[in-house]
């Protein structure tokens, strides 16, 4: 049997999408909504997104961005904090205005300062969400200074959340853009309120990226990349074909020059060409039949919302990625810059 030249899918999601906001939410959201009908929008903006209004009013902002006649549909969610309010959680989720809530240890990655201190003082906001079906987001990383930076991730699963999935039993939770043979290994392990996302990068890079002849800081994104094992470990998650595993680029766009400095940013920009990523990935595991389901049915599975009925279409035609790409007056450097990809989405 020959090669695929050609690949139809439904319509794929993104569970897991930093869009920013102003100048640069307005360079980036075209690249998300080319190929995606909803994605989930983390909500770190400064302030960080912790009202329903705030949601709705952030909401409003992405769909203005949008191109005349564009379909997609942003998902918005809240950013827990110390003080998170039960009831305002549960008005926004009941309002639509939030699909899910993130948690994000303080510090952990790019405007996560207001992030949680101590799990303890969030339980009663964990209790109602556990209550009323709404999913919370967690970056697993612990942000001790005395763990070893590659290390963050194992360890939050051993120390927090181990103990969260089991006082929470009937709270649905996704572990964000997992690194790790651990995190895989307890995602599948575990029952079915527990599933994962997984970007490209993390299927695509393992930690020599960083050091590849100097230092590259186009590579660099928290959690940061690990091991071979690790990446052969995400990757065998992703194509496994189980429900549990889903769609998450974490696209994360900062300014060149805030990439490329003495205290650079963490975060890669891979939305330009996610779905050709993502289809070269699972090609390269002999697995482009199980795409569709980690790409567009595994994700609203588990968020309990319909499939998309629209279709989108890959052909094998070898795609040159750009080295750099204009936005908010300055350029941004995509994911696979200057590489070719053999995947190019003729039909969105």
Same mark, same amino acid.
């Given at each position: ?151 963050? !991730? &194992? ?14 039993? +009937?709270? /649905? *939770? #996704? $572990? =964000? ?114 795409? !569709? &389901? ?14 998309? +009925?629209? /279709? *989108? #279409? $890959? =052909? ?33």
């Amino acid at each position: 049997m020959g090669e695929a030249t050609r690949i139809e899918i439904r319509r794929p999601d993104d569970w897991h999408v930093h869009l920013r906001d102003g100048e640069m939410l307005r360079a980036v959201a075209s690249y998300t909504a080319r190929q995606f009908a909803r994605a989930i929008v983390m909500p770190n903006l400064v302030p960080p997104v912790t009202t329903a209004g705030a949601a709705e009013a952030y909401r409003q902002r992405v769909l203005d961005a949008l191109p005349e006649g564009s379909g997609f549909v942003p998902l918005m969610t809240c950013y827990l904090t110390d003080h998170a309010d039960p009831d305002e959680l549960a008005r926004g989720h009941e309002a639509g205005l939030f699909t899910a809530a993130k948690l994000y240890p303080a510090h952990a990655t790019t405007n996560s300062a207001f992030g949680v201190t101590d799990l303890a003082t969030i339980r009663p906001a964990l209790e109602r969400m556990q209550r009323i079906g709404m999913p919370l987001l967690v970056h697993g990383e612990v942000t001790d200074r005395d763990i070893d930076i590659f290390d963050r !991730e &194992a360890v939050y699963i051993d120390r927090i959340l181990t103990g969260l999935v089991r006082d929470f039993p +009937e709270l /649905r *939770i #996704v $572990l =964000e853009h997992i690194t790790t043979a651990e995190a895989a290994a307890f995602v599948e392990s575990a029952g079915p309120t527990v599933a994962a996302t997984v970007t490209p990068h993390h299927m695509a890079l393992n930690r020599n990226a960083l050091f590849e002849g100097g230092l590259r800081p186009h590579a660099y994104c928290l959690p940061v990349v690990k091991r071979e094992r690790h990446r052969q470990a995400v990757r065998k998650a992703a194509v496994s074909g189980s429900a549990k595993f889903f769609l998450g680029t974490d696209s994360a766009p900062h300014a060149v020059e805030r990439k490329e400095a003495d205290c650079g940013c963490a975060g890669i920009f891979n939305a330009p060409y996610a779905i050709e990523s993502y289809a070269t990935a699972f090609e390269e595991e002999g697995a482009l039949d199980r795409l !569709e &389901a980690f790409a567009s049915e595994n994700g609203p599975l588990f968020y309990g919302l319909p499939r998309n +009925e629209e /279709r *989108i #279409v $890959l =052909e094998r035609v070898p795609i040159e990625v750009e080295t750099s790409l204009p936005a908010a007056g300055s350029a941004l450097v995509p994911f696979h810059a200057g590489e070719t990809l053999p995947w190019r989405l003729v039909q969105a």
